[in-house]
């Protein structure tokens, strides 16, 4: 599996993206997908999870409502459309995907995941 993250650039706060990831094989629409993001010098942090069914989960504390999960199957790609952006989102966004997972939890740990993106980088200016 190879996942292609697309998207990122340097917006004003208060602007909105979409940032896009496309992914390789035939598992896709089977698979669990996840975004997270990293800034230099600390973890990387969970953003938002939609399931292999089309469940979503966000990370409340970060998200607060800004950020939509979606996936398309027929394009195998995965979006997170990202509103109202604050200079705190600045950071290298990640996708990855679990292929395998058919339960009901919602995948928020980086350990869940088997295969990540390169990343794309948001930058947001004051």
């Known amino acids: 599996v190879q996942l292609q993250a697309s998207g990122g650039g340097l917006v004003q706060a208060g602007g909105s993206l979409r940032l896009s990831c496309a992914a390789s094989?035939?598992?896709?629409?089977?698979?669990?997908m996840g975004w997270f993001r990293q800034v230099p010098g600390k973890e990387r942090e969970f953003v938002a999870h939609?399931?292999?069914?089309?469940?979503?989960?966000y990370d409340k504390d970060s998200v607060k409502g800004r950020f939509t999960i979606s996936r398309d199957n027929a394009k195998n790609t995965v979006y997170l459309h990202i509103n109202n952006l604050k200079p705190e989102d600045t950071a290298v966004y990640y996708c990855?995907?679990?292929?395998?997972?058919?339960?009901?939890?919602?995948?928020?740990?980086?350990?869940?995941?088997?295969?990540w993106g390169q990343g794309t980088l948001v930058t947001v200016s004051s």
């Open positions: 990855a995907v679990n292929a395998y997972y058919r339960g009901t939890y919602a995948l928020e740990d980086s350990d869940d995941y088997d295969y």
């Open positions: 094989g035939r598992t896709f629409s089977s698979s669990n």
């Open positions: 939609i399931s292999w069914s089309g469940e979503r989960t």
